[in-house]
């Protein structure tokens, strides 16, 4: 009954209403007649020879929202979109070959990228014209939607050898860019390469807030593991004084700098424990709000790793902080990991996270109120303008922290006012919460938890990683002992949506066998190390290049690619093949506590790049 009349209410909707993706369900409802992306709607194309236009992103994209608002959800743009076009949305993170092939191909048309992003193909999967954002209507010099809705159906319709040789070109391109030349000449892997190579890495370093390069900065995780990790390499007697030891020390500045700014900053939401995605600006102070999973896992094993080098308990507490967030606000109930918040509530983005000294004064009482303003930075007046609403002018507060916190006494004192806040944030609204349980997303948090369980002696990180990883092996396994790549709920659930679906990418495959190896480093019961030799095999048989050497990020099996691609370097997450190497050579690549060392991570992730 309930889901009739819910349906009633709505005046339209379309096919992505059997899908499980929290973000294609998003737009269920929207007036344009969307495909899912598969064989449907690629044989309408072909039948009736209409351009396909692709629109890719995830349901906590902020500007996604706004292309939906302002385009999908509107009757006459739908109505130009349907007669033009086949429409086809896909969610990035459940189909990232998707995404990843044709980001290449409006990289190489518009020297950027990001999302949503809209691409034009023909009816065989060729793409000739794409971008990201367009406003509904010209302004500012810039086409709107649709007149470049117009425009290329034009071109496809009267220009159509035009339409094809730029097809045909980006083709090309993204065939020679799916196969990376081998070097001219073997690469040896010493401590000279590795010190060059930190040395290029870190060339970006920002010596007054902390971090690598300019706003908007991101944490680079990656790099941050990589400096880690060569810190940890002992440093023999003899190069105490060298030049080894005198670069290691300005690495380990410039590693702790920024990871008390990460800390410290806006982009960590203090009362929740969590960290943002990425700051707006160079101080780390505002924050763009998604809170995803992949991010949270991997500042989370930087930080217990920089307690085990330190043994400072700031370090620690941050991991502790990261690993409770995610247990408490994106753990199912069977034990998986979801994937993300959402930016924005009722269409503010950072609503839920922002305060006011008077909503905090009402919680705390003016006394509490007064240390915790000072503590915090809210004595020091509005820090947050709604970059999309509002007059421009500071009118809350994002926390961060002011000042050093002077003594763990004061620490304990806080964190009593930081639970009665977040009690009263709970109340909020709150942020959509993507449900998707990704597999190679959630391996990268059953490592950090195995690592926190191993390094912290705490059952429950422990515990809770081991039940993450039976998931998997239960609900994401395929009838030949292969991965599926995501799921809604568990395949146990009523919930028709709730099967897991998609096979497997190479992240998927390698992030696990290294979950399941750090399982085994930190002694949880199980066969762990027996699953990931067994999941090696697959991996190998499925992404295996026996010719060519290197994996493929799509397996065999893939048909609905015009070009099976080969990653090598990181994304924000860590190059798919570097973590496959190492699950290949995982005792040869590991320290005496199962980190790979800086070699292994230099050799298998970094050398791509050069």
């Given amino acids: 009954m309930a889901e009739s009349a819910v349906s009633a209410s709505h005046q339209h909707t379309n096919r992505l209403a059997s899908e499980s993706s929290p973000y294609l369900l998003q737009h269920q409802h929207n007036p344009v007649d969307w495909y899912p992306w598969g064989p449907e709607a690629f044989e309408v194309a072909r039948k009736h020879d209409k351009p396909i236009f692709l629109s890719v992103g995830y349901s906590t994209c902020y500007w996604c929202h706004v292309m939906e608002r302002q385009s999908f959800e509107n009757p006459s743009i739908a109505k130009e979109m349907n007669e033009r076009f086949v429409n086809i949305k896909v969610d990035r993170e459940e189909r990232p070959d998707v995404d990843q092939l044709y980001m290449t191909a409006v990289q190489v048309l518009t020297r950027h990228g990001g ?5 034009w193909l023909t009816p065989d999967l060729r793409p000739f014209y794409g971008g990201t954002y367009f406003p509904p209507e010209d302004a500012h010099g810039r086409a709107g939607f649709v007149t470049v809705l117009r425009a290329l159906e034009d ?8 339409v ?3 097809a045909t070109q980006l083709v090309g391109i993204l065939r020679q860019l799916a196969e990376p030349a081998p070097p001219d000449r073997p690469i040896s892997i010493d401590k000279h390469f590795i010190g060059a190579l930190v040395e290029r890495s870190t060339s970006d370093y920002e010596p007054t807030y902390g971090g690598f390069g300019s706003a908007p900065k991101f944490p680079r995780e990656t790099l941050l593991e990589l400096l880690l990790t060569y810190l940890a390499e002992p440093t023999p007697a003899h190069d105490h004084q060298s030049q080894i030891a005198n670069r290691k020390s300005k690495i380990r500045k410039m ?3 920024t990871l008390d700014a990460l800390a410290a900053g806006g982009i960590r939401d203090h009362l929740g424990g969590g960290f943002h995605r990425y700051s707006t600006d160079a101080k780390w102070l505002v924050p763009h709000f998604e809170i995803m999973l992949y991010d949270n896992a991997m500042l989370a094993w930087c930080y217990v790793e920089a307690y085990r080098q330190t043994e400072d308990l700031r370090y620690a507490q941050v991991a502790r902080g990261v690993f409770d967030f995610i247990l408490r606000e994106m753990t199912s109930p069977q034990g998986a990991f979801y994937t993300a918040l959402d930016a924005e509530v009722d269409g503010q983005e950072g609503l839920n996270y922002l305060w006011t000294a008077e909503e905090i004064e009402r919680v705390l009482g003016a006394e509490d109120a007064k240390v915790f303003n000072r503590v915090y930075g809210v004595d020091r007046g509005p820090n947050f303008a709604d970059p999309h609403h509002g007059s421009g002018v500071p009118d809350k507060n994002i926390l961060y922290l002011a000042t050093p916190m002077e003594s763990q006494a004061m620490n304990d004192r806080l964190a009593g006012m930081r639970q009665k806040l977040y009690d009263a944030r709970k109340l909020r609204k709150q942020p959509l919460l993507d449900t998707k349980v990704l597999t190679s997303w959630n391996a990268l948090m059953i490592r950090a938890l195995a690592y926190g369980g191993q390094i ?5 990180y422990l515990d809770a990683a081991a039940r993450g990883a039976q998931f998997l092996l239960k609900h994401h396994r395929t009838p030949d002992g292969g991965l599926y790549r995501t799921s809604r709920q568990p395949s146990t659930s009523a919930s028709p949506n709730g099967a897991a679906k998609y096979n497997g990418f190479l992240d998927d495959y390698a992030f696990l066998i290294q979950a399941l190896l750090a399982l085994h480093d930190a002694g949880a019961t199980g066969q762990w190390k027996d699953e990931a030799d067994a999941l090696f095999d697959v991996m190998n048989r499925k992404f295996g290049d026996d010719g060519h050497g290197a994996f493929y990020f799509s397996d065999e099996s893939a048909t609905d690619l015009i070009v099976r691609q080969k990653y090598a370097g990181d994304s924000p997450l860590p190059s798919g093949n570097a973590i496959a190497v190492m699950g290949r050579w995982p005792w040869a690549g590991r320290t ?9 991570r230099a050799r298998c992730s ?5």
């Fill in 592 to 600: 005496s506590r199962g980190r790979p060392s800086a070699s292994s």
């Fill in 164 to 166: 094809d040789k730029t």
């Fill in 456 to 460: 912290f002696q705490e059952a429950r």
């Fill in 155 to 162: 071109a496809y319709k009267n220009r159509k050898g035009d």
């Fill in 115 to 119: 999302w949503p992003m809209s691409v």
């Fill in 606 to 610: 970094r050398t791509a790049r050069v």
């Fill in 255 to 257: 590693l702790l700098h």
